[in-house]
């Protein structure tokens, strides 16, 4: 097993003995984390992982960890060193060697990214809330630290007590998390909902129904998704846009009785917003993964030639102006009508 210690790859006997034993993480906790699925290989929501990251070491203080760009790196390391599919990835930033006490010792941080073996789920679980509430007013409230002993002395209670999984009250009383876990109240759509027509659905979320809005986002969310892929470049901007559409879409359903003609109105939305997402002074990120193709029965040469004729066109496509590519991916993607794709583009036939 490879890991990936302050820029450098080492095997899991080398990786041992590359982090002090004064590490200020070992000692006493002092640092910070994140873990990752990955999905064929490809770690899920980096974006959003290393941004939460980033946040929690600036809650706690900790001066020197790596810019997003090189973290990212480091996740494409291990997957490829380790050759993995479906698994976990952790990033663990420490404030590095330190005294034998509070006081850190001001060198540089200790950043590693491992590879780990995906527990296996049950489908569902007995819990226990444990006599010990969560601090929700502490220093370290809302940071995701390796200050976890807390956590350990709540899972092994549980399950002395035949649960699985502990749950914390904080000091209000409310329930808070679990050890491994969050704390998610879920009332389901009725499946009766999947039969509701889009108008059906925009009244009942203006009566307050909640489902009915989860309904419509299932069934827009995959074809969204793929529009703003395409529009970015980038699935990871795609995801991060389309959680603003759907806020954008429920807050203005809920503003008015206005009606609504709800798949061009989505759409214009997405083009909108994916837009306004483009014109921000940022890098672009490019997924390496963006391109599938089927290559079965195909001779060396054919794939080469699909590859390159595939290449050509997508590069075609993305030299469109913005209108004609934006109507092109309406018309092709979700087979929108001409007088759909108008409204959408909020223009004329």
Known sequence: MKVWINGLLAGEADADRAVSVFDHGLTVGDGVFETLKTYGGRPFAVRRHLDRLAASAAGMGLRGVPPAGVLRAALDEVVAANELDDTALRITVTSGPGPLGSARGGGEPTVVVAPGRLPARADA???????????????????????????VVALAWARDHGAGEAVFANLAGDLCEGTGS???????????????????????????????????????????????????????DAEDVLQEVFAASFNAIVADD??????????????NRSLNHLRRVQPIGVDSMDIHMSEAGLSTADKVHKREDFRLLVADVQDLPETQKTALLLREIDALSYEQIAEAMETTI
């Open 182 to 236: 969050n704390v998610v109240v879920a009332a389901g759509p009725s499946p009766l909902l999947r039969l509701q027509s889009d108008e059906r659905l925009i009244a009942l979320v203006r009566r307050g129904n909640n489902a009915a809005f989860e309904t419509l986002v299932s069934r827009y969310q995959s074809r969204l998704l793929a529009f703003c892929r395409h529009m970015l470049g980038s699935r990871e």
């Open 258 to 271: 206005r009606p609504i003609h709800v798949r061009p109105w989505l759409y214009r939305i997405a083009r």
């Open 125 to 151: 679980v007995d819990v226990a809330v444990v006599p010990w509430p969560r601090n929700d007013r502490g220093a370290l409230a809302g940071l995701k630290t390796t200050s976890y002993g807390e956590n």
